[in-house]
Structures are given as C-alpha cells and as structure tokens.
Nanobody, 124 residues
Framework: HVQLVESGGGSVQAGGSLTLACEFS???????MGWFRQAPGKEREGLAA???????KYADSVKGRFLIDKDVARNKLLLHMNNLQPEDTAMYYC????????????????????WGQGTQVTVS
C-alpha cells in the first residue's frame, strides 16, 4: 500500500519560490513518481515526472521554472518551484504510478495512480 504525504505549500508573492516535499512509504512506488496540480474549477494538470532510471519530464507551463528531485535517503520527492506566478495558484499533489505511463502522458489517472491529500500553493 502506497502512502504519500505532501508538505511545503504556502503563500508567496509573484516571483517567489517554494519547495514542496512528498514523503512516501509503502511497498511499491512503481516506475514513476511525479507532481500535478488542480486549481478550482479546472482539470488536473500534470507538471513533472521522474522515472525510475532518473529521466525527468516537465509540462511546458513549468519547464525552466520547476525542478523535480528525489531525496532517496529521506524517502522524499521534491518539487522546487521558482518564479512563481498567480496562475500557479492551485492544490499540488504528489503522484506514484506503478505502470510508468504518467511519465509519457503527464495525465493523472485516479484508477491507476496513487496520490496524497495535496498541499495548497497561493501566489499573489
């Protein structure tokens, strides 16, 4: 059973930075972990993916601003976010995909992926 707990959200001014953390536990994280977000009234938006071989992938909306990383010693997946803008305001979720498909699609699927409760990021 995979458990994911996000932290690190908060309120920042435009141009600021935040680092989100996802503590994971359980027997199977699968081939891929990543981050997605959802703003009120909008669909889920895949942001970044980290494959088990170290490959990374980013959505165009965050490329060059966000960096996904894993702290293996502490069982944490990180998302370093720079130059945040008001349109980045959303609930951010950490995701684990045993199949690895998320790396190719950046589409979170409730029927096959795991995610936590999320952490709120507000940019003003």
């Amino acid at each position: 059973h995979v458990q994911l707990v996000e932290s690190g959200g908060g309120s920042v001014q435009a141009g600021g930075s935040l680092t989100l953390a996802c503590e994971f536990s359980g027997s199977t994280y699968g081939n891929c972990m990543g981050w997605f977000r959802q703003a009120p009234g909008k669909e889920r938006e895949g942001l970044a993916a980290l494959y088990s071989d170290g490959s990374v992938k980013y959505a165009d909306s965050v490329k060059g601003r966000f960096l996904i990383d894993k702290d293996v010693a502490r069982n944490k997946l990180l998302l370093h976010m720079n130059n945040l803008q008001p349109e980045d305001t959303a609930m951010y979720y950490c995701l684990a995909d045993p199949s690895g498909a998320y790396f190719y699609t950046l589409k979170p699927l409730s029927e096959s992926n795991y995610w936590g409760q999320g952490t709120q990021v507000t940019v003003s």
